[in-house]
C-alpha cells in the first residue's frame, strides 16, 4: 500500500464530503475503497497531511477530534453542548470581529475555524417550557 494513494483518498474523501469526520470514519471510508489499508496508515496519514497543512483538525465537543479539508471555504460552527447539534457560520460574519482585533493588537490572526460552544434555540425553548421546580 503507498502512502500517496492513502493521502489521495482522504483528500477525494474530505473533498466530496465537505464536511467533518473523524478518524475513526475516515479509516472506515477508506478501507472500503482501499481493503488492505490498516487504521495506523491512515492516522499516520491524517497527522501527514494536518502539518502538511492540506486539512484542519477541530475538536467539535463530540469527544473525537474531526478532519475537513483546509481548502473548503473558511467557516466556524456554532455547537450546541446540550443537543450535540451544529450551525456553520460563514467567515463574513466573524471577519469584522478579527479586522477589529488584528487592527487593536497587531497580530495576523491565522485562526479559520472557530468553534463556539453554548445552547441551541431548540434546547433554550425546552428549558422555558421545563422550569426547575
Ligand atoms: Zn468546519
Ligand atoms: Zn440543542
Redesign the pocket.
Known amino acids: 500500500m503507498r502512502a500517496s494513494s492513502v493521502n489521495t483518498a482522504i483528500l477525494e474523501l474530505l473533498g466530496q464530503e465537505h464536511t467533518?469526520l473523524t478518524a475513526q470514519a475516515i479509516y472506515e471510508n477508506i478501507r472500503e475503497r482501499l481493503p488492505a489499508v490498516n487504521p495506523s496508515t491512515v492516522y499516520r496519514a491524517l497527522e501527514r497531511l494536518t502539518h502538511a497543512g492540506k486539512i484542519s483538525v477541530?475538536d467539535?465537543g463530540s469527544g473525537a477530534a474531526v478532519f475537513?479539508l483546509v481548502s473548503?471555504k473558511p467557516?466556524?460552527?456554532l455547537v450546541c453542548q446540550n443537543c450535540g447539534k451544529t450551525m456553520?457560520l460563514p467567515h463574513q460574519s466573524v471577519a469584522p470581529y478579527f479586522d477589529a482585533i488584528q487592527a487593536a493588537t497587531g497580530y495576523k490572526i491565522y485562526t479559520n475555524?472557530l468553534i463556539l460552544f453554548g445552547c441551541c434555540p431548540d434546547c433554550l425553548a425546552l428549558e422555558k417550557a421545563q422550569p426547575e421546580e
Do not use: A, D, L
Open positions: 467533518h477541530s467539535m475537513e473548503n467557516h466556524h460552527h456553520v475555524h
